[in-house]
């Protein structure tokens, strides 16, 4: 097994282990591709960054000639507002920065009154150039997924890898360990080093939320970074939910949708895009599951 080097990229971490033997140059390779994919994205993308090309497209609310990958992020977001009943929405970082979560992490809300955009009526795309009417565009909800996807194609279809493991940001994307199935820990939300149960990848991937990951409290209130944008009001909920999905981006994405709407409430799509689900409650110490997601 190869561990290559942990890259930074996107306000977090990236690694990968490759489980069949490779030369040091060819590990070197892989690493290199990654790094500068890594890069890029971080460049282009990054909402925290001023001059990353979504933050300019979010002042300027117009990019002309936008290129396909952008195209794909931005239409992704909103079949993610359709398939989630309108609960998972790309645009509610208008939302998180008056609640406190903005660029400078002030966590000091300015407002209680808060409206999120449509993306159908705030957002025209075409290929000659893309337009945001109102609000700013945050696609950190399904990102890292969508970017451990291209990495996990990459490996696969450049590298001619078939065996491996990709993290990032505790998103995971897995094929499998000579075809026997990868196991993973399931982190407490709440408890350092301390696991609540384990399961196992095989050609899929995995994503955690939890709404103790990013909370802060001001003037006796408590907000978090995940905003019911039918409400605009932070879940303050006990939760930490874990998915398992054929693809980064779906795991990435649910795994924030199901901190604000119970799986009862998606059935019949989480059982379209075979989406399997625990859910830990804090306050009760309970482990549930849901479609199939299965521990060891």
């Given at each position: 097994m190869t561990t290559l080097p942990v890259i930074t990229g996107l306000g977090t971490t990236w690694w990968a282990e490759v489980f069949e033997e490779i030369i040091p140059e060819k590990a070197q390779s892989v690493y290199d591709d990654m790094r500068l994919t890594i890069n890029r994205f971080d460049k282009q993308y990054s909402r925290f960054d001023g001059h990353s090309k979504l933050s300019i497209f979010n002042a300027a609310r117009k990019l002309p000639n936008p290129n396909a990958e952008t195209i794909a992020l931005l239409e992704y977001g909103i079949q993610l507002y359709h398939d989630t009943h309108e609960?998972?929405?790309?645009?509610?970082?208008?939302?998180?920065?008056?609640?406190?979560?903005?660029?400078?992490?002030?966590?000091?809300?300015?407002?209680?009154?808060?409206?999120?955009?449509?993306?159908?009526?705030?957002?025209?795309?075409?290929?000659?150039?893309?337009?945001?009417?109102?609000?700013?565009?945050?696609?950190?909800?399904?990102?890292?997924?969508?970017?451990?996807?291209?990495?996990?194609?990459?490996?696969?279809?450049?590298?001619?890898?078939?065996?491996?493991?990709?993290?990032?940001?505790?998103?995971?994307?897995?094929?499998?360990n000579f075809g026997e199935p990868i196991t993973i820990n399931l982190a407490h939300p709440t408890l350092a080093h301390t696991y609540l149960a384990q399961t196992t990848l095989y050609n899929e991937s995995f994503a955690a939320s939890s709404t103790h990951k990013r909370h802060w409290e001001y003037e006796e209130s408590t907000y978090t970074h995940s905003i019911d944008t039918k409400i605009s009001k932070s879940n303050d909920a006990s939760l930490a939910v874990f998915v398992k999905a054929p693809e980064a981006k779906l795991a990435d994405a649910w795994a924030t949708t199901l901190l604000l709407s119970a799986p009862e409430n998606h059935t019949a799509k989480l059982v379209e895009k075979n989406i399997k689900i625990a859910l830990f409650e804090t306050s009760s110490g309970h482990l549930h599951y849901y479609h199939g997601f299965q521990n060891i």
């Open positions: 609960v998972f929405n790309f645009l509610a970082s208008k939302d998180l920065e008056p609640h406190g979560y903005d660029a400078l992490y002030s966590f000091t809300p300015k407002t209680e009154s808060l409206t999120t955009p449509n993306p159908d009526h705030a957002l025209f795309i075409s290929p000659e150039k893309i337009i945001l009417t109102i609000g700013h565009v945050d696609i950190s909800g399904y990102i890292k997924g969508y970017l451990l996807d291209l990495i996990a194609a990459r490996l696969q279809n450049i590298h001619k890898l078939n065996y491996f493991l990709i993290n990032g940001d505790g998103n995971k994307r897995a094929t499998s």
